[in-house]
């Protein structure tokens, strides 16, 4: 994932890492490796940045260069996401375990997700909106339902 975007919306604010930091509740350090890419930032985190910046979570992991923000203060419903995410495996005729083994995890886990228990890992919804072509706002539901297309 490339994450450069974050730090160019942090400097376009004039803000410092341990600012965006305390926005979302981490520490500077925590923080820095998410902008270096050395940990991956969680769904909630990444969020919380959109709705600070006012843009799309596609945006802030580069999957789109287009910044349309969707709505403000946008809380994310692991219902919802599991919802969608179970939507579109159903549209793409996979079951539970093959899109489980295309994202390298368990049946069990993959059905929490679906079942809104767990809220998706950012790797794996990151690897589903590549995989599949879809939107990752589409995915949480900060844009268009998945299932109204």
């Given at each position: ?133 879809v939107s990752i706002d589409e995915l949480v539901g900060r844009m268009v339902p998945?299932?109204?297309?």
């Open positions: 994932m490339n994450l450069k975007r974050l730090a160019d919306l942090r400097d376009s604010l004039d803000l410092y890492q341990k600012d965006v930091a305390k926005i979302i509740g981490v520490r500077q350090q925590t923080y820095s490796s998410f902008e270096t890419g050395e940990k991956i930032i969680p769904l909630k985190h990444l969020n919380t940045l959109a709705n600070f910046y006012h843009v799309g979570i596609d945006y802030l992991l580069n999957l789109t260069n287009t910044k349309t923000y969707y709505e403000e203060n946008f809380q994310l419903d692991k219902k919802v996401v599991g919802k969608n995410i179970r939507t579109l495996r159903e549209k793409n005729n996979l079951t539970l375990k093959q899109l489980a083994t295309r994202l390298n995890t368990s049946k069990s886990t993959l059905s929490a997700y679906e079942n809104g228990k767990t809220l998706i890992l950012t790797a794996f919804i990151y690897q589903i909106a590549i995989q599949f072509n998945i299932n109204s297309k």
